[in-house]
């Protein structure tokens, strides 16, 4: 197996992010629930991203590129996270955003100017479409001399799976020193590569542990998750082998992607009344929400303890009212 140290990869984030008991959660479910602080990790408001974009960005150098396009919703927080590390890189950003939800200047759209990125709107439900602006302005920019790096929707390929390959890593030295043992790992999925390096993670470091994505739109992740991380074991030199109730995909979508569940507010409520942490109606809420439904309904049950993987979003706090 490759040693992910030895991958190219520039250093965004500060890591490690916090890994610690939720005491008064745990008390109340009685299940003793840990957190993975990555919405700490030091660049913008957090998020899970600048993992993935410490290992993509470092390959767009690699490739001599001195521009990077990414592409999402409107309050897109992988967009925003790729403005914020493009900018830390030195390299420019032209951000490609569907012309959908909040496109008011609030949340995310008041930080991509903030950091510098070039934003345009596509009118379009379809992300072939995107690609292909991308692909024409790419072609404008080679012409003045600039190479374009083209990162998928999410971060979510292979070597940006990687990441958080290397985020299970971080926390079973965590766990290690804190004298527990993991059960499940449990986060929001969205386009898929957060679980997946969730999943190659704990095969590698954590073998047994199961993971489970709380689906934030009803993309086929049963299937998505495996093959990204097959793709990011291609990519470390490793096995990978799909084995029964290793990954599963809960789908908390409700209403849409992007459109707040009523019944997740209580639980988003409750975390910040109780712990302090803030979550977004986007992803973190309905992941926590989905996580201690599914607690009530027994399905971590007999399972060591539980690890809630923060992934960020605080910015929608910002653009779509809680209901
Ligand atoms: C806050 C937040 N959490 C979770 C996710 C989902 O991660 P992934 O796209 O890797 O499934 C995203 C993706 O944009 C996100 O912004």
């Not at 150098?61 to 409107?74: E, I, M, R, S």
């Not at 973190?284 to 992934?311: P, Q, S």
């Given at each position: ?49 600048v ?15 001195d ?5 999402g ?45 070039d ?8 992300y ?51 004298g ?13 590569g ?71 507010t209580?639980?988003?409520h ?54």
């Amino acid at each position: 197996m490759r040693n992910i140290n030895d991958l190219p990869r520039i250093p965004l984030g500060l890591f490690p992010t916090p890994f610690y008991k939720l005491e008064v959660i745990s008390a109340r479910y009685g299940k003793n629930i840990w957190i993975k602080r990555d919405d700490l990790c030091g660049v913008a408001l957090g998020g899970n991203k600048v993992r993935k974009l410490e290992f993509l960005l470092a390959d767009a150098k690699n490739q001599g590129c001195d521009t990077v396009f990414t592409t999402g919703g409107a309050q897109s927080n992988h967009a925003m996270l790729t403005a914020a590390c493009a900018a830390r890189a030195g390299m420019k950003c032209i951000l490609l955003l569907k012309k959908r939800g909040v496109t008011e200047h609030r949340g995310n759209l008041v930080l991509n100017d903030i950091y510098g990125a070039d934003v345009r709107f596509v009118d379009t439900d379809s992300y072939d479409d995107i690609y292909a602006e991308m692909h024409r302005i790419g072609g404008e920019l080679a012409g003045r001399g600039h190479k374009a790096y083209e990162i998928p929707v999410g971060g979510s390929n292979p070597l940006g799976a990687v990441g958080y390959v290397s985020c299970v890593r971080e926390f079973t030295i965590q766990a290690l020193a804190a004298g527990i043992r993991v059960g499940h790992i449990v986060s929001a999925t969205g386009s898929g590569g957060t679980s997946a390096g969730l999943l190659l993670g704990a095969k590698l470091f954590q073998p047994g542990v199961k993971v489970t994505g709380i689906g934030v739109d009803d993309d086929p992740f049963d299937r998505i998750v495996p093959d990204l991380a097959a793709g990011a074991a291609e990519i470390l030199n490793c096995a990978f082998t799909r084995e029964a109730d290793d990954f599963r995909s809960v789908c908390r979508m409700g209403d849409g992607y992007a459109i707040p569940n009523p019944a997740d507010t209580p639980y988003i409520h409750e975390l910040a009344r109780t712990e302090g942490i803030l979550l977004d109606p986007v992803y973190t809420g309905k992941a926590w929400a989905g996580m201690l439904e599914l607690l009530k309904e027994g399905y971590f049950d007999g399972e060591d303890d539980l690890v809630f993987v923060h992934t960020g979003g605080a910015p929608a706090l910002f653009a779509i009212d809680l209901p």
